[in-house]
């Protein structure tokens, strides 16, 4: 790997920790407003974040994926109704 390849990791891998820390500092306060009598351990923040990212990750998988295969379905009966047409 040459130095900017790594400059490049570390600075995406910080905006990432960074990302989660956010949002689970964000899901943590909102447990606490929700559930008033729980309080979060600040030691939970970090992988609360990181759960809800690698969740939100999935979900716009699984959701690119239906579009892929709704995309090619579509191609498919196009592609057989135009070689019907010939």
């Known amino acids: 790997m040459t130095a900017s390849a790594r400059e490049i990791l570390a600075q995406l891998l910080t905006f990432a920790s960074s990302a989660a ?6 899901l943590g306060w909102l447990l ?12 939970l ?10 969740t939100i990750f999935l979900v716009l998988v699984q959701v690119a994926r239906k579009l892929a295969s709704v995309i ?6 196009l592609m057989v109704v135009r070689i019907l047409m010939l």
């Open 45 to 54: 923040i970090d992988p609360l974040g990181y759960l809800a990212v690698l």
């Open 32 to 43: 606490e407003k929700l559930l008033p009598g729980i309080t979060i351990p600040a030691d």
């Open 72 to 77: 090619i379905a579509v191609g498919w009966i």
């Open 21 to 26: 820390h956010y949002i689970g500092a964000l």
